[in-house]
C-alpha cells in the first residue's frame, strides 16, 4: 500500500510550467518597489556589480542546491531533510512554517491593499494627498502596535477576494491550479510591466529619473553596506530559504536540466526587477519636473514608493492617468498572487507528504486559517505588526533557514553527492567549486548578513518601535513557529521518506 501511495506525486504537465511557476513565485512586490529603490540608493549603475556578484556567489549555487535537493528526494522541505535525517526533519517544517503561518499572513494583505488600489484606479480616489489618503483615510494607523484599533472593513474584502483566489488556484492541484495559473499569470504580468516601462520613459522629465536610477557612483562599493545590501537582496528576491523550491522541484521528472532552469530563473528574476526599475524611475522623474523639484525629493521606498509616490504620479499624468493606474496596480496583484500561491504550496506540499490527508482538505484549512492569521494585519495598528514580522522574519528566520540549509546538504548529507546528481540530470556541469560555494562561503556570506542585522538590533530598537513590542510580535513569532515545528517533526510519517523515494 505505501509503495502504491508513494507514486501518485503530481507533476508539472509541462517544462515551461515549472519554469513559469518558479519564476512567479521568485518575482514578487519586492522585484517591483523594493530593487530600484536599492539601486538608487547604492550607487545607481555601480550597484549591479554587486548585485551581479551576489547572483553568482550566492543566488545560482542556492537556487541549484534547493532544486536539485527537491528533485533528488521527490519531496517537500520537510519531507527531503527527513530522508538525510530524521533529526533534522525541524528544519523543513520551520521553513515553511513560518512562511506560511507569518510571511504570506502579512503578504496577502499588502496584496489586498493593491487590490484596493487598483478599483480605486478607477476613479483616482486618493485625491491631492495620497500620503493623508493612504495612512489616515485607508489604512487609519493608530499611534503604536499596541493600540490594534478596529479592523479596516475595505481591506477586510479585499483580503477576503486574495485568500479566496490563493485558495482556489491552490484547491485545483498543481497542473490545473498552479501551472495553468502561471502560464496565465505570467505572460500577463510581463506584458503588463512592458506597456508601463515603455509608456514611463516617453513622459517629460523621464530622463532625469532615469540618469538617477543607473548613474553609476562607483565610489559606493567601498562601503560595506552597499554588498551587504546586495546579497540580501538576492537572497530575499529569489524566494531561497522559503522552502518553495524544494516543492515545486519534487514535481519534475525524474530528466531535467537543474543547473540551466536555476540559471533561468534567477536571471529572468533579476532582469525583470531592473526592467521595472526604469518605468519606476521615468515616473518619478516626470513626477519631479511636473512639481518642479528634484528626483531625491520625490524617491521613497517600499510602501511609501507603492501608494504614495506613484498614486500622486498617477494623478499627475497629463492623459489616461486611470488607466496607468489601473496597469500599474493591477501588475502588483498579479505579482503578490504569483508568489503567495507558492508558499501555500510549499506548507501543503508538505502537510501531505507527512500525513497524506487529502490535498483539497489542507488546502482548504490552510486558507481558511491564513485569512483568519492575516486579520490583524488589516486593523488600524497592522501596519506597525506587518512591518515588525516582516523585519524578523527575513531578516533573522530566512537567513538562519538558509545556514542550517548549507550546513545540512554540504556537511551532514555531502554537497559532493547532490553535486552528482544534479551532473547526472543535467547537460550544464557542476564543478566542484559548487560544493565549496554551499559548505563554506554561501554559509559565511549569510552569517555576515546576520550579524550585521544582530549589531544594527541591539545598536537601536528597529525604527524606533518599543522594545517590548518587537519582542513580542518579533522574536516570539520566531520561537512560537520553531516550536511547532519540533511538535510537528516529532510526529510519525504515514510513509517513512525513505520509503516514499521508491519508484
Given at each position: 500500500?505505501?509503495?502504491?501511495?508513494?507514486?501518485?506525486?503530481?507533476?508539472?504537465?509541462t517544462?515551461?510550467?515549472?519554469?513559469?511557476?518558479?519564476?512567479?513565485?521568485?518575482?514578487?512586490?519586492?522585484?517591483?518597489?523594493?530593487?530600484?529603490?536599492?539601486?538608487?540608493k547604492?550607487?545607481?549603475?555601480?550597484?549591479?556589480?554587486?548585485?551581479?556578484?551576489?547572483?553568482?556567489?550566492?543566488g545560482?549555487?542556492?537556487?541549484?542546491?534547493?532544486?536539485?535537493?527537491?528533485?533528488?528526494?521527490?519531496?517537500?522541505?520537510p519531507?527531503?531533510?527527513?530522508?538525510?535525517?530524521?533529526?533534522?526533519?525541524?528544519?523543513?517544517?520551520?521553513?515553511?512554517?513560518?512562511?506560511?503561518?507569518?510571511?504570506?499572513?502579512?503578504?496577502?494583505?499588502?496584496?489586498?491593499?493593491?487590490?484596493?488600489?487598483?478599483?480605486?484606479?478607477?476613479?483616482?480616489?486618493?485625491g491631492?494627498?495620497?500620503?493623508?489618503?493612504?495612512f489616515?483615510?485607508?489604512?487609519?494607523?493608530?499611534?503604536?502596535?499596541?493600540?490594534?484599533?478596529?479592523?479596516?472593513?475595505?481591506?477586510?474584502?479585499?483580503?477576503?477576494?486574495?485568500?479566496?483566489?490563493?485558495?482556489?488556484?491552490?484547491?485545483?492541484?498543481?497542473?490545473?491550479?498552479?501551472?495553468?495559473?502561471?502560464?496565465?499569470?505570467?505572460?500577463?504580468?510581463?506584458?503588463?510591466?512592458?506597456?508601463?516601462v515603455?509608456?514611463?520613459?516617453?513622459?517629460?522629465?523621464?530622463?532625469?529619473?532615469?540618469?538617477?536610477?543607473?548613474?553609476?557612483?562607483?565610489?559606493?562599493?567601498k562601503?560595506?553596506?552597499?554588498?551587504?545590501?546586495?546579497?540580501?537582496q538576492?537572497?530575499?528576491?529569489?524566494?531561497?530559504?522559503?522552502?518553495?523550491?524544494?516543492?515545486?522541484?519534487?514535481?519534475?521528472?525524474?530528466?531535467?536540466?537543474?543547473?540551466?532552469?536555476?540559471?533561468?530563473?534567477?536571471?529572468?528574476?533579476?532582469?525583470?526587477?531592473?526592467?521595472?526599475?526604469?518605468?519606476?524611475?521615468?515616473?518619478?522623474?516626470?513626477?519631479a519636473?511636473?512639481?518642479?523639484?528634484?528626483?531625491?525629493?520625490?524617491?521613497?521606498?517600499?510602501?511609501?514608493?507603492?501608494?504614495?509616490?506613484?498614486?500622486?504620479?498617477?494623478?499627475?499624468?497629463?492623459?489616461?492617468?486611470?488607466?496607468?493606474?489601473?496597469?500599474?496596480?493591477?501588475?502588483?496583484?498579479?505579482?503578490?498572487?504569483?508568489?503567495?500561491?507558492?508558499?501555500?504550496?510549499?506548507?501543503?506540499?508538505?502537510?501531505?507528504?507527512?500525513?497524506?490527508?487529502?490535498?483539497?482538505?489542507?488546502?482548504?484549512?490552510?486558507?481558511?486559517?491564513?485569512?483568519?492569521?492575516?486579520?490583524?494585519?488589516?486593523?488600524?495598528?497592522?501596519?506597525?505588526?506587518?512591518?515588525?514580522?516582516?523585519?524578523?522574519?527575513?531578516?533573522?528566520?530566512?537567513?538562519?533557514?538558509?545556514?542550517?540549509?548549507?550546513?545540512?546538504?554540504?556537511?551532514?548529507?555531502?554537497?559532493k553527492?547532490?553535486?552528482?546528481?544534479?551532473?547526472?540530470?543535467?547537460?550544464?556541469?557542476?564543478?566542484?567549486?559548487?560544493?565549496?560555494?554551499?559548505?563554506?562561503?554561501?554559509?559565511?556570506?549569510?552569517?555576515?548578513?546576520?550579524?550585521?542585522?544582530?549589531?544594527?538590533?541591539?545598536?537601536?530598537?528597529?525604527?524606533?518601535?518599543?522594545?517590548?513590542?518587537?519582542?513580542?510580535?518579533?522574536?516570539?513569532?520566531?520561537?512560537?513557529?520553531?516550536?511547532?515545528?519540533?511538535?510537528?517533526?516529532?510526529?510519525?510519517?504515514?510513509?517513512?521518506?525513505?520509503?516514499?523515494m521508491?519508484?
Amino acid at each position: 500500500m505505501s509503495t502504491q501511495l508513494a507514486h501518485h506525486r503530481p507533476q508539472w504537465k509541462t517544462h515551461i510550467g515549472f519554469l513559469l511557476a518558479a519564476i512567479g513565485s521568485a518575482i514578487g512586490l519586492g522585484n517591483i518597489w523594493r530593487f530600484p529603490y536599492l539601486c538608487y540608493k547604492n550607487g545607481g549603475g555601480a550597484f549591479l556589480i554587486p548585485y551581479f556578484v551576489a547572483l553568482l556567489v550566492v543566488g545560482i549555487p542556492l537556487m541549484i542546491l534547493e532544486i536539485g535537493l527537491g528533485h533528488k528526494m521527490r519531496g517537500s522541505a520537510p519531507a527531503s531533510y527527513a530522508t538525510i535525517s530524521k533529526r533534522w526533519e525541524w528544519t523543513g517544517w520551520w521553513q515553511i512554517i513560518f512562511v506560511m503561518f507569518g510571511i504570506v499572513l502579512y503578504y496577502s494583505v499588502v496584496i489586498a491593499w493593491c487590490l484596493n488600489f487598483f478599483f480605486y484606479s478607477f476613479s483616482l480616489s486618493w485625491g491631492a494627498d495620497p500620503n493623508q489618503f493612504f495612512f489616515k483615510n485607508f489604512l487609519m494607523t493608530s499611534a503604536s502596535p499596541f493600540q490594534i484599533g478596529d479592523i479596516r472593513t475595505p481591506i477586510l474584502f479585499s483580503l477576503a477576494v486574495v485568500w479566496f483566489l490563493n485558495w482556489f488556484i491552490e484547491f485545483l492541484g498543481v497542473e490545473k491550479g498552479l501551472e495553468r495559473a502561471n502560464k496565465f499569470f505570467m505572460p500577463l504580468l510581463f506584458l503588463l510591466m512592458a506597456i508601463l516601462v515603455f509608456w514611463s520613459v516617453r513622459l517629460p522629465g523621464a530622463q532625469q529619473g532615469l540618469n538617477i536610477y543607473l548613474k553609476p557612483d562607483f565610489s559606493k562599493l567601498k562601503e560595506m553596506g552597499v554588498w551587504i545590501d546586495a546579497f540580501s537582496q538576492i537572497f530575499f528576491t529569489l524566494s531561497l530559504g522559503f522552502g518553495i523550491m524544494i516543492a515545486y522541484a519534487s514535481y519534475l521528472p525524474k530528466k531535467v536540466e537543474i543547473v540551466k532552469d536555476a540559471i533561468t530563473i534567477s536571471l529572468t528574476n533579476c532582469f525583470f526587477s531592473i526592467f521595472a526599475g526604469f518605468g519606476v524611475f521615468a515616473v518619478l522623474g516626470y513626477m519631479a519636473q511636473a512639481t518642479a523639484q528634484p528626483v531625491n525629493a520625490v524617491v521613497s521606498q517600499s510602501i511609501g514608493l507603492a501608494f504614495v509616490a506613484f498614486p500622486k504620479a498617477i494623478s499627475l499624468l497629463p492623459t489616461l492617468s486611470r488607466i496607468f493606474g489601473i496597469l500599474f496596480f493591477g501588475s502588483l496583484v498579479i505579482a503578490g498572487l504569483s508568489s503567495s500561491i507558492s508558499i501555500i504550496e510549499a506548507f501543503t506540499s508538505g502537510i501531505v507528504d507527512k500525513f497524506h490527508y487529502s490535498r483539497k482538505a489542507v488546502v482548504s484549512i490552510i486558507c481558511i486559517s491564513g485569512f483568519l492569521g492575516s486579520i490583524i494585519f488589516t486593523a488600524q495598528g497592522g501596519l506597525f505588526w506587518l512591518d515588525i514580522a516582516d523585519h524578523f522574519l527575513t531578516q533573522y528566520g530566512l537567513v538562519i533557514a538558509a545556514i542550517l540549509e548549507c550546513i545540512i546538504i554540504g556537511w551532514i548529507y555531502q554537497a559532493k553527492r547532490l553535486n552528482e546528481h544534479i551532473n547526472h540530470t543535467s547537460t550544464l556541469r557542476l564543478s566542484s567549486l559548487w560544493n565549496h560555494q554551499v559548505k563554506v562561503i554561501i554559509p559565511i556570506v549569510l552569517v555576515i548578513i546576520l550579524v550585521n542585522s544582530l549589531i544594527q538590533e541591539f545598536s537601536s530598537a528597529y525604527e524606533g518601535y518599543p522594545v517590548l513590542s518587537l519582542i513580542l510580535i518579533g522574536r516570539d513569532w520566531l520561537i512560537f513557529s520553531l516550536f511547532a515545528a519540533v511538535v510537528i517533526s516529532a510526529r510519525s510519517w504515514k510513509i517513512e521518506p525513505s520509503q516514499r523515494m521508491q519508484h
